[in-house]
């Protein structure tokens, strides 16, 4: 029948499906990928790690490393015991260096990533993830390691000298046996290094990645679900707290203390070496020269203008929404416009503040993420910062340049939008806690220079985003110095040197609620060359837009009392009436004073920062080495 006949012709076709090869595979018989192997081995390795049988391999594996630690534990007491005898005591503490190392890097390496197979975010570098009482104990199992490696490395040089017959130092009491720390105290550090790795593999607890950091942005993990917040967000004009991950109030204030202290934890190193040299000489000084000189490569190859010390690790971290918890901070976007990763985004952040450190935070909250997916900038911040030490390393890991041209198109064709603030030192001359009034410096205009001569050159769409931030002007407060002898140091020194902020107390600043406001979006049109004239109506309105910005969201940001002062004053023109001046402007001739940015110097030298750094830091050492050893 017709039904049988079906069935049977079915039944061949699937057998000749089974049989026949398919198009491009062979005779011979097929492979599984290299890749699908491979995943087959980690679910089996991780069903046998959850097996009882794991439990007990993972416990021997433990036992093993912690073998290790105790045998380089015994070997650091035995270079000890053989302190008089070079060769021996090197071989010794060389083995012992080896063994501690070994068990502790294993340990946290290999053990974590067997413990954590089933969690795909575990990375070996991951600064600031996996929970505060991870990162806690990664941080002092790690100090201890150190102390531990550092000790054992100084009696190794001791040995060294004496093997060499060298004697240059010994009227400095240069690594003398009786300086020397004991080598048990090493051995000791190395066994609570291994059990505080040990113990932060099990606290692990990994908050899921709102994001994925790529070398031009970040890519949402969930596009979806931020494109439906971002409309609601915009539709309803409610401002959206920034931060979704929950914090203690102990870890938003240790955030605030460290972020808002980097220059004072370096002077309380330098004055701690000054206090602690007469009682390690040999200790202080050699950290000093290994820190010096491990420290001067950092400003080898620009890395200001080039951004080659950025760090992805950092993105997604709970530090920031830590930070943005602490100040209540809510993000605010009423413009219709929806910001697009495929545009280039010039952000200018207002006001300045005394210490705005919010344009560094802002953009690596989770809230962030969610409104403006794959949209993270790179923060512009003064050269002076570039030469702060602890300042200039934390900006430089997050993808931070100087707001210079070089650093303005590196940033800009590396991340595609930058976050900075064009009203500059003199505008912090200007804030004032308790003032309503917020002035506006609005002198600076090479930020819109350039903005045009990058549109020019790339064949993306450019625009300008005008962002206010209330609140910040009371978050820090300066000393009460006048305001001319500021002004003075400012403009002769280009940086205020009579700078010490203030805020609960000196070092913590007031937990006032930010309110960030996002202005519209200003395209900014493409032109072979510009004139000034160019300039000047693209400066009329942006800041129109930024003062726009100011009079439609102080209500919801509970601030109707504040008032923006303009400073220069600046004439209000329409998005209209810009497009009708700007049609009647012709462009200009390609001279020297509008060149495009292709004509000027690439990767330019920064010997002069290397030279002074070097010198500073000689100075220093030559210092502590004075006060250790002849005062």
């Known amino acids: 029948t017709a039904a049988s006949a079906a069935s049977a012709a079915t039944t061949t076709t699937a057998a000749a499906s089974t049989t026949a090869p398919t198009a491009g595979s062979s005779n011979i018989g097929t492979k599984r990928p290299p890749s699908s192997r491979l995943r087959n081995g980690r679910s089996s390795l991780l069903l046998y790690l959850k097996s009882k049988n794991g439990a007990q391999w993972w416990n021997s594996f433990l036992g093993l490393q912690g073998l290790l630690a105790l045998v380089g534990c015994g070997l650091a007491v ?16 060389g083995f012992a260096i080896a063994t501690i190392s070994l068990s502790v890097f294993l340990t946290y390496g290999l053990g974590g990533q067997l413990r954590h197979q089933d969690r795909p975010e575990w990375r070996f570098f991951q600064p600031g993830k996996g929970g ?29 000298c004496e093997l060499l017959d060298i004697h240059a130092f010994d009227s400095w009491h240069w690594l003398t046996t009786s300086h020397l720390p004991s080598l048990f ?8 290094a291994l059990v505080l790795n040990v113990l932060s593999l099990e606290v692990y607890d990994p908050t899921p990645p709102l994001a994925v950091a790529t070398g031009e942005g970040v890519q949402s993990a969930a596009s979806t679900s931020s494109t439906a917040s971002r409309t609601d967000s915009q539709r309803n004009a409610v401002p959206e707290p920034l931060a979704s991950l929950p914090s203690s109030v102990f870890t938003q204030i240790a955030c605030v203390v460290l972020f808002y202290n980097l220059e004072k934890l370096l002077a309380t190193w330098m004055v701690g070496s000054l206090y602690f040299v007469q009682l390690a ?59 697009r990763p495929a545009d280039v985004h010039i952000f200018g952040y207002h006001p300045h503040g005394i210490l705005p450190l ?13 409104l403006f997916p794959r949209i993270f900038p790179a923060t512009l911040t003064s050269s002076i910062i570039h030469f702060v030490p602890l300042y200039r390393d934390m ?117 006032v609620p930010l309110t960030i406001a996002v202005g519209r979006k200003i395209c900014v049109p493409k032109l072979p060359s510009y004139t000034p004239k160019h300039v000047d109506l693209l400066h009329r309105l942006y ?12 209500a919801t940001a509970r601030h109707s009392g504040d008032v923006m002062v303009l400073s220069p004053a600046v ?30 110097k690439r990767g330019s030298s920064n010997h002069k920062e290397v030279m002074y750094v070097a010198l500073v830091l000689l100075c220093c050492y030559l210092g502590v080495v004075y006060y250790a050893y002849f005062a």
């Open 78 to 93: 035995l270079s000890d015991v053989h302190a008089n005898n070079p060769q021996a005591g090197f071989l010794l503490v």
């Open 132 to 160: 505060v009482r991870f990162v806690l104990l990664q941080g002092l199992s790690w100090a201890f390691f150190s102390i531990a490696v550092f000790v054992l490395s100084q009696r190794s040089i001791r040995h060294i």
């Open 185 to 192: 105290s090493a051995g000791i550090g190395g066994i609570v």
């Open 281 to 339: 000489p040999a200790t202080i000084v050699a950290t000093w020269t290994l820190a010096g000189s491990m420290y001067i490569r950092t400003y080898l190859g620009s890395p200001s203008r080039t951004g080659r010390r950025y760090r992805p690790e950092f993105r997604g971290s709970w530090m920031f929404d830590a930070l943005a918890e602490y100040f209540s901070t809510r993000l605010l976007h009423r413009s219709k416009q929806e910001l």
């Open 358 to 370: 919010t344009v560094g935070w802002l953009h690596f909250t989770s809230g962030w993420a969610r």
């Open 395 to 511: 900006g430089q890991l997050l993808g931070g340049f100087e707001v210079s041209r070089e650093g303005f198109r590196a940033a800009l064709l590396r991340f595609r939008s930058v976050i900075f603030v064009p009203g500059g030192q003199q505008e912090m001359l200007e804030s004032c806690s308790t003032s309503r009034e917020i002035v506006i410096v609005t002198r600076h205009q090479g930020f819109l220079r350039l903005a045009l001569e990058h549109a020019a050159e790339v064949p993306e769409d450019v625009y300008l985003v005008p962002v206010y931030g209330f609140g910040e002007t009371e978050v820090l407060d300066n000393v009460s110095v006048p305001k001319s002898v500021q002004k003075w140091f400012t403009q002769t020194l280009r940086a205020n040197i009579v700078f010490f902020p203030y805020g609960l107390v000196p070092g913590v600043p007031r937990p």
């Open 543 to 554: 800041y129109t837009a930024l003062q726009e910005n100011f009079e439609e969201t102080k």
């Open 571 to 600: 004439e209000p023109l329409s998005q209209e009436e810009f497009d009708r001046q700007w049609l009647q402007l012709p462009c200009a001739h390609d001279d020297a004073s509008t060149r495009r940015p292709s004509e000027l």
